[in-house]
């Protein structure tokens, strides 16, 4: 699977929300059939790619395939609720629902900006995924809707940070995302484009600790092309130092 990298070029602004969204050119279009090197049998999993109509989300990115690689190979199986951000197409999320199988007592939400929703909805009835995978609208630093509000175990983000003027309201999401569960597991793959990124993984260092993932199958093929995958912790508050007053 080859999968084209663009996010750089074009970064011409649509108004509203879709000012965060970079537009691309038209690439990729239609359906894609993938197995992830034999991960899913044939024929695999199927994604319909828009070719752009709705910013950078309708297309496959390499940080997304490294997630969904992680996720067939590594399983989420004591883990009950998984919110992915940023979903786009809703890659990792549906592939993680094929390798689980667990239609009685896990619930995926593949989110991103409303526009995205038919075609979230789209490729989760392509793959047969209606029990267990549900697209939704997140927004980042909007409220949580009530789905996402508790019990989350996972949240997933696969090339999510691309855009400064985007950072705070990631962040935002994130903190949010984690406040009800201290413990919920974020795993963030990460396409490394700008320096500018860096101010994304430093500011949200107050709140959660970074560390690289590296056990995994291909993750020296991914390096090579700066792509990382992260588990962000959240950090727990300082014990309360508590001063007797004489
Ligand atoms: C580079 S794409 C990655 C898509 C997918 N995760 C993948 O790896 O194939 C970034 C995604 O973040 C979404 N996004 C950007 N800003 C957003 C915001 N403010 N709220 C919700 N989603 C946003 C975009 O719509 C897009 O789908």
Request: with cysteine; glycine share 8%.
């Amino acid at each position: 699977m080859a999968v084209v990298e663009t996010l750089d070029e074009g970064l011409d602004f649509m108004s509203g929300f879709q000012d965060l969204v970079p537009i691309r050119p038209t690439e990729h279009l239609g359906k894609s059939d993938m197995t992830f090197d034999g991960r899913l049998p044939e024929p695999g999993l199927k994604i319909w790619e828009d070719g752009g109509e709705v910013g950078c989300g309708g297309k496959i990115w390499i940080a997304g395939e490294l997630l969904s690689k992680y996720l067939l190979d590594k399983g989420l199986h004591d883990k009950k609720k998984v919110v992915e951000i940023g979903s786009g197409t809703g890659l990792a999320g549906i592939a993680l629902a094929l390798s689980e199988k667990r239609d009685d007592d896990l619930k995926i939400y593949i989110t991103d900006i409303e526009e995205l929703v038919p075609l979230m909805n789209k490729n989760i009835s392509l793959n047969g995924v209606e029990s267990t995978v549900f697209a939704r609208t997140l927004s980042w630093g909007a409220e949580l809707p009530d789905y996402a509000k508790e019990d989350v175990d996972v949240v997933l983000a696969a090339d999510c940070v691309y855009l400064e003027k985007a950072f705070p309201l990631l962040e935002k999401t994130l903190i949010d995302l984690t406040s009800d569960n201290e413990d919920c597991l974020i795993l963030m793959s990460y396409r490394k484009r700008r320096k500018a990124d860096s101010k994304f993984f430093k500011k949200i260092k107050k709140n959660f600790t970074i560390k690289q993932i590296n056990d995994f199958k291909d993750y020296d093929y991914y390096l090579k092309q700066s792509v990382n995958l992260f588990q962000l912790i959240r950090n727990k508050p300082k014990a309360q130092v508590q001063t007797e007053s004489l």
